[in-house]
């Protein structure tokens, strides 16, 4: 056997392990020592966290596919609504990540446990008021996005009940923030894995039917995916009571403390109106698209799903950066903070590349696994090129906003979005799809176009370092 040979399986090896061990989980301290390790130590389970997360989207939108356009094009449709919900979960989890890695960079565990209590309380509070609003409304959202009668005839029950499931979507998303905050990237992987298994086994059952089982159809996916999310969150929150991690959660921190409410609120509001901008911006662009018919609708939709689960990986990535942020900054070493986020960019734009070149030559392929219907795949293929050309700006993007956010300052990230959303990109998706007759295409286009320029500017503004002396 070779020298050369023997430093190959012994780098295998290595490299096995260190994988081994970021699954695994534990106590680290990420505000010293190699910043390569920290990234990866935190990456890992990360992204495995947001390849599931994607999963689910992915698992229904198969299945789904299978029940027709119009089945596919409710799913679009109440999904792009869903985003409003996600940018709430969103927004409270980014302020539990910054406020929980910052006291833990302050070695403040107690002070973490607490922050974290009081965003699930202030989740509580609101979800319940979402909740009953969505299924009292369910049928008048649908319509109000546009969706042909086809679609209502099958979709409210739908909606329904993903609008009122709305809790377990906010408290899987939240707790996952506390955990990476502290750290413990690993538990919050485990929670999205445990749920994407029960929501795959369901999944096919509920909707065709097993023995005694009735065939319930598009109802079945929202009853599956709601069950396979619940059974993540009491698996996360067993791990948050047993004492057994950093955070030691107590049933007294759920006690109002105004302070702390205080300062989640005003970090959470302005995340949520960050995210909700983007989100509800393609709600905007469905509606656009859903002018042009079933077909392109349904091609939309597929899209923006596969999109979703090859983002998603580079988004928990961009979470990295964010904790190591957050915490570094609670050990007052700001300038390690910007290394952090400047090597964690690095990997993104490698992951980025890759998606890029696999969307360019394999889209057709990729979207007629889950639909064969030959305009839906047209529309489909081509939202995969157009936006795929836009990745690796968009995945620096990325690692930059949730570097702002794991600081604490989720007002910057907004004003860019506010603008770059809302005063570039829907206009510009309009002119070019209805003024220039572009259809769809103008759709796509806009979206490449914007995102690369929010990109940049956000660079801009990350350089000039406001975001090292935020306080919370």
């Not at 959470?268 to 983007?278: K, V």
């Not at 300052?409 to 220039?436: C, E």
Request: glycine share 8%; with cysteine; proline share 3%.
């Amino acid at each position: 056997m070779t020298t050369h040979t023997v430093t190959n399986r012994r780098t295998a090896s290595s490299i096995f392990k260190f994988i081994q061990l970021a699954i695994k989980g534990g106590q680290h301290d990420f505000t010293t020592g190699s910043i390569r390790r920290a990234v990866f130590l935190l990456a890992i389970p990360m992204i495995l966290e947001m390849v599931f997360e994607s999963v689910f989207a992915v698992v229904d939108i198969f299945f789904v596919g299978k029940l027709g356009k119009e089945a596919t094009a409710t799913v679009g449709l109440t999904e792009s609504v869903l985003m409003i919900i996600y940018s709430l979960a969103v927004g409270l989890s980014m302020a539990a990540t910054a406020m929980v890695a910052r006291r833990i960079g302050e070695k403040n565990p107690e002070e973490a446990s607490k922050s974290g209590m009081q965003s699930m309380l202030l989740a509580l509070l609101l979800t319940i008021i979402i909740s009953i609003a969505g299924v009292v409304y369910a049928e008048d959202i649908l319509r109000l996005m546009g969706a042909p009668a086809e679609v209502l005839a099958i979709g409210v029950g739908y909606a329904k009940i993903m609008f009122g499931g709305s809790l377990v979507i906010i408290m899987l998303f939240l707790i996952n923030g506390i955990f990476r905050g502290a750290g413990d990237a690993a538990i919050a992987m485990r929670s999205l894995t445990l749920a994407n298994i029960c929501n795959i086994i369901l999944c096919p059952i509920l909707i065709y039917g097993l023995g005694p089982i009735p065939a319930l159809g598009l109802t079945g996916a929202a009853i599956a995916t709601t069950i396979g999310r619940g059974i993540g969150v009491l698996y996360q929150l067993y791990h948050l009571f047993n004492g057994k991690r950093i955070l030691n959660m107590k049933l007294q921190h759920l006690l109002p403390n105004w302070p702390i409410l205080k300062s989640l609120s005003n970090i959470a509001s302005t995340a949520t109106l960050q995210f909700l901008i983007s989100s509800a911006s393609w709600i905007f662009l469905s509606r656009i698209i859903a002018s042009f018919g079933s077909d392109a609708i349904a091609g939309y939709t597929i899209a923006l799903r596969i999109i979703m689960f090859f983002l998603l990986p580079a988004w928990g990535l961009s979470n990295a950066a964010a904790t190591l942020v957050g915490q570094n900054l609670g050990a007052q070493l700001p300038e390690r903070a910007e290394k952090c986020v400047w090597k964690t960019a690095q990997y993104n734009v490698i992951f980025m590349s890759i998606v890029t070149v696999i969307f360019l030559f394999f889209a057709a392929p990729i979207v007629s696994l889950i639909n064969n219907q030959k305009e839906v795949v047209s529309y489909a293929t081509q939202a995969l090129r157009v936006v795929s050309l836009g990745y690796i700006s968009y995945g620096i993007g990325l690692v930059l906003m949730n570097a702002f956010n794991g600081a604490g300052d989720t007002k910057t990230p907004t004003w860019i979005n506010l603008f770059g959303f809302w005063a570039f990109q829907i206009p510009l998706a309009y002119t070019l799809s209805i003024y220039f007759n572009l259809g769809p295409l103008g759709v796509f286009l806009a979206i490449l176009i914007a995102e690369t320029t929010i990109t940049f500017a956000t660079y801009l503004i990350f350089r000039k370092g406001n975001w090292k002396t935020i306080k919370i």
